[in-house]
């Protein structure tokens, strides 16, 4: 999972939090192509500002298994796992029709290592959602995901659009170019507010892509960084279990600040504006500042319009059925989530920043400067 983990709640807001926190340092290997917005770089990023902001010594920080065919094929096709699985830059050529059929291409490109980037990918948000219900001994009815990326969350929601799970409990907030912070919340917060009092779920998954960020190079929203993270500070709030995973977002610097700064949200910690000295300090330059100013673009959303948009939103949310009934699983999947014995040594001795640690097929505790008990976040 990229910066971010599942808080477990213990209180009020702002209180003891268990955070998780699932990392691989293989991530930002991957390299999409000449030109192609999106970077994986930018989780490495993010993991170096959380190492010097000290926020990993405050979390457990979990090294997630890759995920297997079978874990893929929970909601994916066999054929287009198995296409992934063999697709490689030299042969996609000679699968033009399957390139097309599974809508791989200039968007979401054939690259170096592709299948196995999807199996680190997926396995740190399955792996957060697994310890996440382990630590809680139970399962969820009722999940609910929300997404702030600018983008529409269709994959989501079209996972369950044909089912009694997600028909009538879709629900689409539409927004013009340059939204600033205080129109965005002016919406979120009531009708997250009343969503969860009528869903009540029983855990929550936040999707915070960093492209409705003003600045970002393909989004068009003008949120600044602690407006973006006002989200977080909301939903966790609320007292619900919560799984942090990352999404879009491609000026990378500032998707590095964003999910350090929201992991610090997670923590209840508050992070100084000015940045640490870290091996890419010179991204951040030449303020070198862990927020940045919004621009001054247009709001092209009038007030009138939010106010009509949340108006029928909140209409339409009175008129459904509360806490809608699903048939309930004796047991958790079969997915599992391998682990350290925590009171075990790690045999590797220490962990060093700068460097790779070596593949393993479980999920490995990351020792030395990460301390691998819990420890709760001191009042800020």
Same mark, same amino acid.
């Given at each position: 999972?990229?910066?971010?983990?599942?808080?477990?709640?213990?209180?009020?807001?702002?209180?003891?939090?268990?955070?998780?926190?699932?990392?691989?340092?293989?991530?930002?290997?991957?390299?999409?192509?000449?030109?192609?917005?999106?970077?994986?770089?930018?989780?490495?990023?993010?993991?170096?500002?959380?190492?010097?902001?000290?926020?990993?010594?405050?979390?457990?920080?979990?090294?997630?298994?890759?995920?297997?065919?079978?874990?893929?094929?929970?909601?994916?096709?066999?054929?287009?796992?198995?296409?992934?699985?063999?697709?490689?830059?030299?042969?996609?050529?000679?699968?033009?029709?399957?390139?097309?059929?599974?809508?791989?291409?200039?968007?979401?490109?054939?690259?170096?290592?592709?299948?196995?980037?999807?199996?680190?990918?997926?396995?740190?948000?399955?792996?957060?959602?697994?310890? %996440?219900?382990?630590?809680?001994?139970?399962?969820? !009815?009722?999940?609910?995901?929300?997404?702030?990326?600018?983008?529409?969350?269709?994959?989501?929601?079209?996972?369950? *659009?044909?089912?009694?799970?997600?028909?009538?409990?879709?629900?689409?907030?539409?927004?013009?170019?340059?939204?600033?912070?205080?129109?965005?919340?002016?919406?979120?917060?009531?009708?997250?507010?009343?969503?969860?009092?009528?869903?009540?779920?029983?855990?929550? =998954? %936040?999707?915070?892509?960093?492209?409705?960020?003003?600045?970002?190079?393909?989004?068009?929203?003008?949120?600044?960084?602690?407006?973006?993270?006002?989200?977080?500070? *909301?939903?966790?709030?609320?007292?619900?279990?919560?799984?942090?995973?990352?999404?879009?977002?491609?000026?990378?610097?500032?998707?590095?600040?964003?999910?350090?700064?929201?992991?610090?949200?997670?923590?209840? =910690?508050?992070?100084?504006?000015?940045?640490?000295?870290?091996?890419?300090?010179?991204?951040?330059?030449?303020? *070198?500042?862990?927020?940045?100013?919004?621009?001054?673009?247009?709001?092209?959303?009038?007030?009138?319009?939010?106010? !009509?948009?949340?108006?029928?939103?909140?209409?339409?949310?009175?008129?459904?059925?509360?806490?809608?009934?699903?048939?309930?699983?004796?047991?958790?999947?079969?997915?599992?989530?391998?682990?350290?014995?925590?009171?075990? !040594?790690?045999?590797?001795?220490?962990?060093?920043?700068?460097?790779?640690?070596?593949?393993?097929?479980?999920?490995?505790?990351?020792?030395?400067?990460?301390?691998? !008990? *819990?420890?709760?976040?001191?009042?800020?």
């Amino acid at each position: 999972m990229e910066a971010g983990g599942n808080s477990l709640p213990s209180g009020p807001d702002g209180v003891k939090r268990k955070v998780f926190y699932f990392y691989d340092p293989e991530v930002g290997n991957y390299y999409y192509g000449q030109g192609h917005p999106m970077k994986p770089h930018r989780i490495r990023m993010t993991h170096a500002l959380l190492a010097h902001y000290g926020l990993l010594q405050h979390m457990h920080v979990v090294k997630p298994a890759l995920a297997r065919d079978r874990d893929l094929c929970r909601f994916h096709a066999d054929d287009y796992v198995s296409f992934l699985r063999s697709i490689t830059p030299e042969t996609q050529q000679d699968q033009l029709r399957q390139l097309k059929r599974f809508n791989v291409g200039e968007d979401c490109p054939v690259f170096d290592g592709l299948y196995s980037f999807c199996q680190t990918y997926a396995g740190g948000s399955v792996g957060g959602a697994v310890k %996440l219900n382990h630590e809680l001994l139970k399962v969820h !009815e009722r999940v609910l995901y929300v997404d702030i990326d600018i983008h529409h969350g269709d994959g989501v929601e079209e996972a369950f *659009y044909t089912t009694d799970r997600g028909k009538y409990y879709s629900l689409n907030v539409p927004l013009d170019d340059g939204i600033d912070d205080e129109s965005y919340q002016s919406l979120f917060k009531p009708i997250m507010g009343k969503v969860m009092e009528v869903f009540k779920p029983g855990a929550v =998954v %936040l999707q915070c892509g960093a492209d409705s960020l003003s600045g970002d190079r393909l989004g068009c929203f003008n949120l600044s960084i602690k407006g973006h993270a006002e989200c977080v500070r *909301y939903m966790r709030s609320l007292n619900v279990p919560l799984l942090l995973v990352g999404g879009g977002g491609y000026t990378i610097r500032n998707v590095a600040r964003c999910w350090c700064y929201e992991t610090g949200v997670a923590l209840g =910690v508050e992070l100084e504006d000015k940045m640490p000295q870290h091996e890419y300090y010179e991204y951040f330059g030449p303020d *070198y500042t862990l927020h940045v100013a919004p621009s001054n673009m247009e709001n092209k959303n009038s007030r009138e319009q939010l106010d !009509e948009i949340r108006a029928k939103l909140l209409d339409y949310l009175s008129k459904l059925q509360h806490a809608p009934s699903v048939q309930f699983q004796e047991r958790p999947p079969d997915t599992e989530l391998p682990e350290v014995d925590e009171d075990q !040594e790690d045999e590797d001795g220490r962990w060093d920043r700068d460097s790779d640690m070596d593949d393993v097929d479980d999920c490995k505790h990351v020792s030395g400067r990460v301390k691998s !008990e *819990y420890l709760e976040p001191k009042d800020t």
